[in-house]
Nanobody
Framework: QVQLVESGGGLVQPGGSLRLSCAAS????????MGWYRQGPGTQRELVAT???????NYVDSVKGRFTISRDNSKNTLYLEMNSLKPEDTAVYYC?????????WGQGTQVTVSS
């Protein structure tokens, strides 16, 4: 059974930092491109960042220079380091795993940026 379990969300003040984790099980982790998506109140789910099996990374413009995606294949874990957080970063953050045949999603973790 495939599971992607996100953790690390919470309430943080503007300018603060959080690190999200996504623990994967039931898949050959290194064989999947991984990504973080988010869905804010009243908005559609959007791509935040992706990392390929070769560790090539891609970011949406709004988070470039503030967020860093990384992966630890030895721990089957994906990370998202988020710095200089803004209220507009408030959303549910979802982990995604994809290869040529399959796509999997986690249940999400809430990030709220507010003073």
């Amino acid at each position: 059974q495939v599971q992607l379990v996100e953790s690390g969300g919470g309430l943080v003040q503007p300018g603060g930092s959080l690190r999200l984790s996504c623990a994967a099980s039931g898949i050959i982790f290194w064989n999947y491109a991984m990504g973080w998506y988010r869905q804010g109140p009243g908005t559609q789910r959007e791509l935040v960042a992706t990392i390929s099996t070769r560790r090539d990374t891609n970011y949406v413009d709004s988070v470039k220079g503030r967020f860093t995606i990384s992966r630890d294949n030895s721990k089957n874990t994906l990370y998202l380091e988020m710095n200089s957080l803004k209220p507009e970063d408030t959303a549910v953050y979802y982990c995604n795993a994809v290869n040529s045949w399959e796509t999997y999603w986690g249940q999400g973790t809430q990030v709220t940026v507010s003073s």
